[in-house]
């Protein structure tokens, strides 16, 4: 049987994870906010940040607070990545017997953290969600375009997510499952959906933001919404299907009339008919290639398997303390051996997701 190592870092019970972007101001509040209510559960814990590339102060702060807090992990990334591939990020990290996760603006309050927390360890649930009681304040487009959204979602895809949030506690069962999932490209609450497990619900009112404004563009939004509904189902391939067969039918009938009147030496000019077949063929055809876009820039994003993010810098780790460590530095360090031609071994095929080797994704590497 392997010994364990002596120096191994003792698991804690917890680990927060929390993406954040651009969120200096907030983020001496957040920490402080969070750590009132981590205390008093007698719990070990650790906090991790991931900085999704922020342009502000963000990872000066980070800097500062992890000075202070030794429970404070800290990642950047070599660049904005987007807030879910800094919460795989975060999650990757994470060592703890359960994950709690949630934004770092506070409109997701850690003051919820507890019973979340007691609902996990009274080991009914797997996963305890919290759910929007309410949505916060946003413009009516964007209301109309959520809603429709979640509707289409929960029709085509059978995923009700409709007041859904990534505020979560995830036990480390789910999390490996989770983990598992080799899509390069994620969409974590449709995924954490996906997964099943015994879950429990509680209800949240959504703060408003205490500093910046939200970081989603509408075109962002409406890339999301595209990205996950064609990741989660293949349902809106069939409507070409279904235009293929209403058209066949269609043009039997268009086809069979116009050499009818041939035939019968009456044929008429039927410019309204060419101008109605011409516009509905042409709309049909592009919304299909359309529809196939879709899936095919799916197929194309997990076919180039880069990794999901890049780590640029790490602080708090057990095995590094506090220090900036450029991209790929050890593995290539590694792979230098005295006498020996230098060969990085970390090749772009191993540096590929989970499935590759645990520790040696890009992500995990440093
Ligand atoms: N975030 C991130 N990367 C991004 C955008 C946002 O890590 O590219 C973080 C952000 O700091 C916050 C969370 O994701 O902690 C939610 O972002 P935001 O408040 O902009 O989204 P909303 O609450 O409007 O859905
Ligand atoms: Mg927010």
């Known amino acids: 049987m392997r010994k364990p190592c002596p120096n191994a870092a003792p698991v ?4 927060v994870v929390s993406p954040v972007y651009c969120e200096a101001a907030g983020l001496g509040t957040f920490l402080d906010r969070l750590e009132a209510v981590l205390r008093p559960l007698r719990l070990d814990y650790e906090i991790i940040l991931v900085d999704d590339g922020s ?14 807090r030794p429970v404070l992990r800290c990642l950047r990334l070599s660049r904005n990545f987007g807030k879910e591939a ?7 990290a ?34 305890v969600e919290a759910q929007k009681s309410v949505r916060q304040k ?18 085509v895809a059978a995923f009700d997510l409709r007041n859904a949030s990534d505020f979560k506690v995830l036990d480390r069962k789910v ?27 509680i209800f949240f009112e959504p703060a408003e933001r205490e500093n910046g404004t939200s970081k989603w563009s509408f075109f962002a939004k409406l890339m999301l919404a595209l990205d996950s509904l064609s990741a989660y189902t293949a349902k809106p391939l069939s409507l070409i299907w279904l235009m293929g067969l209403l058209f066949a039918a269609f043009s039997l009938g268009v086809g069979g009339e116009a050499l009818w009147m041939k035939f019968q030496d009456k044929a008429v000019s039927g ?11 042409g709309a049909a055809i592009l919304g299909s290639i359309c529809l196939l876009s879709l899936y095919i820039r799916q197929i194309f994003h997990e076919v180039k398997n880069r990794p999901r993010y890049l780590v640029g ?18 593995p290539w360090r590694a792979g230098r051996q005295p006498g020996r031609a230098f060969r990085p071994h970390i090749s772009a095929r191993r540096a590929r997701g989970p499935h590759s080797r645990p520790g040696l994704n890009a992500g995990t590497a440093l």
């Open 12 to 15: 804690p019970a917890l680990s």
């Open 55 to 68: 342009g502000d102060d963000t990872w000066l702060r980070m800097r500062e607070e992890s000075a202070r």
């Open 86 to 92: 800094a919460l795989v990020a975060g999650l990757e």
């Open 94 to 127: 994470a060592s703890g017997k359960a994950v709690v996760i949630l934004d770092s603006d506070l409109q997701h309050p850690p003051e919820l953290i507890p019973r979340m927390v007691e609902l996990w360890r009274q080991g009914e649930a797997d996963i």
């Open 138 to 155: 946003e413009s009516f487009s964007s209301r109309l375009f959520a809603r429709l959204y979640y509707g289409l979602l929960a029709r």
């Open 175 to 201: 999390l490996d499952a989770w983990k598992a999932l080799p899509e390069r490209r994620v969409f974590f609450r449709g995924m954490s959906s996906w997964l099943g497990f015994r879950r429990t619900t």
């Open 271 to 281: 410019f309204t008919t060419v101008i109605l077949l011409i516009l509905i063929t």
């Open 313 to 330: 810098e790490r602080l708090g780790f057990a095995e590094k303390k506090e220090h900036a460590v450029p991209l790929y530095a050890h």
